[in-house]
C-alpha cells in the first residue's frame, strides 16, 4: 500500500481508504459476515482510511464497523457524517421521501453523540457535514464542528459536496482537511473550480463512487439488480441512458484489458493518478473486489493511457445526471 498527507495535517493515509456503505445499505442484500471480513482484510492490506455515516441504515453501518474499529483502533483513521435525517425513522437513500438535511449546530450534538456511541470509541478522526445546509450560514455549521475540535470529540473537519464558496467561507472559520466529492472518470464536476480551491487551500480530495457506482466496471447489469437498489433511482443507469453508457464501459475495459489490468484497477489508477493530494474510497463489501480494487496502487498509466481514455470519453459522451433533481440541489452548496 502507498500513502498519501490528509490537507496540511501529518496524517498519512492509505492511497485508498474503503467506503462502507454498501455493507449496510443501498446497494442491495447485505451479508455481515463477509462484510466483517473485508473489514480485516482490508488492515491485512494497509488500507487504514474508512468511510461511514450516520445515514448509511440508519446508524447500523456504524454499528457494524465498531466489531472490527474498536479491537483495532489504533490502526484505522475512522472517516464518518453527519446531517441527513429521516422523518418517519425509516432509513432511505438521500432522495427518499422523508429524508431531510438538518445541519444545525443542535443537531451536530445530538449526531456526534449517537456516533460516538454506535462506533464505541472517544473521538472521531475526520467528521464531514454530509451536505451544506442551506438554510444555516457554513459558517455557523463548522464553528459547531471546530467547537467539537475543543471537546476532543473530533480531530479533523470535513465537508462533502460542498460550492467553491461554502469551502473558503467554512476554510475561515477553521481548518477543512477533507472534501469529500464524487469523481470518476464518467463524474468529473470538480475539475475546474473546485479542485482549484481544495488545492489552493491545501484541502484533501476524497472522491466517493469512483466506480461510478460500479458502471464503469463492465459488470453491472441492471436487471439483476434488488429491486430496493439505490442506482434504479438515478437518471445514469436508466433504460434511455445505459445503452450508450454501456458502450463506453465496453471501449473502457477493452482499454484495461489492453493495459492488463481489470477496469476497476484502471479506474481507480486514474483517479490516483490526478494528484497526490486526491485519496479514493472505492466502497465494497466483498473481500475479492477489494483485493482487487488494492490491484490499482500497481499500475502504471503511460500519457499515451490518460489520451485514450479521454478521447473514448468524448466519442461517448456520458449521458444522465448522477443523481435525481432532488439530491442534486444538496450538491456544490
Known amino acids: 500500500m502507498k500513502y498519501r498527507k490528509l490537507g496540511t495535517t501529518n496524517e498519512k493515509l492509505s492511497a485508498l481508504g474503503l467506503g462502507c456503505m454498501g455493507m449496510s445499505f443501498a446497494y442491495g442484500p447485505t451479508d455481515d459476515k463477509e462484510s466483517l471480513a473485508t473489514l480485516e482484510k482490508s488492515l491485512d492490506l494497509g488500507i487504514n482510511f474508512w468511510d461511514t455515516a450516520d ?50 449546530p443542535a443537531w451536530m450534538k445530538i449526531a456526534v453523540e449517537q456516533s460516538l456511541k454506535r462506533l464505541k470509541i472517544d473521538t472521531i478522526d475526520l467528521y464531514y457535514a454530509h451536505r451544506v445546509d442551506a438554510n444555516i450560514p457554513i459558517e455557523e455549521t463548522v464553528g459547531a464542528m471546530a467547537d467539537l475540535v475543543k471537546e476532543g470529540k473530533i480531530r ?17 472559520v477553521h481548518p477543512i482537511s477533507a472534501l469529500q466529492s464524487e469523481y470518476s472518470l464518467l463524474t468529473r464536476d470538480v475539475e475546474s473550480e473546485i479542485l482549484q480551491t481544495t488545492r489552493e487551500l491545501g484541502i484533501s480530495l476524497v472522491p466517493y463512487s469512483p466506480l461510478a457506482r460500479g458502471l464503469v466496471t463492465n459488470t453491472l447489469q441492471m436487471d439483476t439488480l434488488a429491486a430496493d437498489d439505490f442506482r434504479k433511482s438515478l437518471p445514469r443507469y436508466q433504460e434511455e441512458n445505459i445503452v450508450n453508457n454501456n458502450k463506453l464501459v465496453a471501449g473502457f475495459a477493452a482499454l484495461a484489458n489492453h493495459i492488463n489490468c481489470t477496469p476497476a ?63 442534486m440541489k444538496l450538491v456544490n452548496q
Open 55 to 104: 445515514m448509511y441504515a440508519n446508524g447500523a453501518n456504524e454499528e457494524l464497523i465498531a466489531k472490527i474499529l474498536v479491537p483495532n483502533r489504533e490502526k484505522i483513521f475512522i472517516a464518518t457524517k453527519f446531517g441527513f435525517r429521516f422523518k418517519d425513522g425509516i432509513a432511505g437513500p438521500s432522495n427518499a421521501a422523508g429524508t431531510y438535511f438538518d445541519a444545525s
Open 156 to 172: 479533523y473537519l470535513g465537508l462533502s459536496e460542498a460550492s467553491p464558496a461554502s469551502l473558503r467561507k467554512a476554510h475561515a
Open 265 to 327: 484497477q484502471l479506474a481507480l489508477a486514474w483517479v490516483l493518478a490526478q494528484g497526490e493530494d486526491i485519496i479514493p474510497i472505492p466502497g465494497t463489501k466483498k473481500r475479492k473486489y477489494l483485493e482487487e480494487n488494492v490491484g490499482a496502487i500497481d499500475v502504471q498509466l503511460t500519457p499515451e493511457h490518460l489520451t485514450e481514455i479521454n478521447s473514448l470519453i468524448q466519442r461517448y459522451p456520458i449521458l444522465g445526471e448522477r443523481y435525481n433533481e432532488g439530491s
